[in-house]
């Protein structure tokens, strides 16, 4: 295989490109049908290269995972904080959200999914999610404290509002619709309504 030639190229730019690389196949592949070769042709480096920057495959996933947390939550606030109705501001905060899992490529969801094997990426895919969820929480608290909303426990409904919608994209992006034929803005629309419903009832 030819390779790049890596001596004019800094270890960050090498190390980056090794992480893209990776990002489109575990997306594709998932995390055990990738190996360190496969990402070291697709960055078109060696796995001698490869293992510079990095000790192994989990360590690449890793620092994907990781990098994830680094995502701004800026646009998210400011949906929250804008001055809409509850069902159009949730139904905002829910395309924002899908739009940060588009954005990932995918590897949000694989992060999800292999979680479950891999107790080190816990953290680093809760904490995404926490960060998500606990904004839309002071949210709801806030309307509750201006009397526009009954007490409630708000830290559940945030978190099965998010978990919910989170796992509707799944299925959505893993079967391509072919089990829920619904387009995502739908979806997000219907998902909104029925928690006002429940707030407001």
Same mark, same amino acid.
């Given at each position: ?6 001596? $004019? ?6 190390s @980056?490109?090794?992480?893209?690389? #990776? ?7 998932? /995390?055990?049908?990738? &190996? &360190?070769?496969?990402? #070291?042709?697709? !960055? *078109?480096?060696? %796995? !001698?290269?490869?293992f ?14 990781? +990098?994830?947390?680094?995502h701004s ?9 804008? +001055?809409?109705?509850? %069902?159009?501001?949730? /139904?905002?905060?829910?395309?924002? =959200? ?9 590897? =949000?969801?694989?992060? @999800? ?6 107790? %080190?990426?816990?953290? $680093? ?9 606990? @904004? ?5 608290v ?10 409630? +426990? ?23 619709? +072919?089990?829920?034929p ?8 219907? #998902?909104?309504k029925? =928690?006002? *419903?429940? =707030?407001?009832?």
């Amino acid at each position: 295989m030819e390779t790049i030639e890596t001596g $004019n190229l800094t270890d960050n730019t090498l190390s @980056i490109r090794i992480i893209e690389a #990776a990002k489109q196949l575990f997306v594709d592949h998932g /995390f055990k049908g990738t &190996t &360190t070769k496969m990402i #070291a042709k697709e !960055a *078109n480096v060696n %796995e !001698a290269t490869l293992f510079r920057h990095f000790k192994n495959k989990e360590g690449i996933f890793l620092a994907i995972t990781k +990098d994830l947390t680094k995502h701004s939550n800026s646009k998210l606030e400011s949906i929250i904080e804008s +001055d809409i109705p509850l %069902e159009e501001m949730l /139904f905002q905060f829910g395309m924002e =959200l899908y739009r940060r899992i588009v954005q990932s490529k995918g590897v =949000l969801i694989v992060a @999800i999914i292999e979680s479950k094997q891999r107790s %080190e990426l816990v953290e $680093n895919v809760t904490s995404t999610f926490r960060s998500i969820v606990e @904004i839309l929480e002071r949210k709801l608290v806030r309307l509750h404290d201006e009397k526009k909303l009954e007490k409630n +426990d708000f830290f559940t409904v945030s978190l099965m509002y998010v978990e919910s919608l989170i796992g509707l994209f799944i299925v959505q992006t893993r079967l391509k619709g +072919d089990l829920i034929p619904m387009e995502i803005e739908r979806l997000c629309r219907s #998902a909104s309504k029925v =928690l006002v *419903n429940g =707030l407001q009832n």
